[in-house]
C-alpha cells in the first residue's frame, strides 16, 4: 500500500508521517493527517487527475484537485488555492 507524504510545495512544509494511503485508486486520510485517520475516502484518482470523493469534508468535487506527475502530487485548476508549479505530495510505497 503506498502512502502519501507532504512535500516542499505544502503549506505546512515537508513532513515524515503520511497524511494519506492510497488503497484502490483511493486516498484515505492516515495517521499523519491533522484530523487523524479516516474510513472514508478524502480523495480518488481518475488517470493522473485526483478529485475530492464523498469523504472529504467538501464533498465529492468535479474537478481535480491534484495533478500526478513522477509521484509527485501539485494542485491542479480545481484547487481551492490554485495551480502551482510545486509539489504538495509526493507518493510512497
Keep these: 500500500m503506498s502512502e502519501v507524504f507532504p512535500d516542499f510545495g505544502h503549506p505546512n512544509g515537508i513532513g515524515a508521517s503520511p497524511w494519506y494511503k492510497l488503497k484502490n485508486n483511493k486516498l484515505y486520510p492516515d495517521f499523519g493527517h491533522p484530523e487523524g485517520m479516516g ?32 509521484g509527485k502530487l501539485y494542485p491542479d485548476f480545481g484547487h481551492p488555492n490554485g495551480i502551482s508549479a510545486s509539489p504538495e505530495f509526493k507518493l510512497k510505497g
Design 39 to 70: 474510513a472514508s475516502p478524502w480523495f480518488r484518482i481518475n488517470g493522473e487527475k485526483i478529485y475530492p470523493d464523498f469523504g472529504h469534508p467538501n464533498g465529492i468535487g468535479a474537478s481535480p484537485w491534484y495533478k500526478i506527475k513522477n
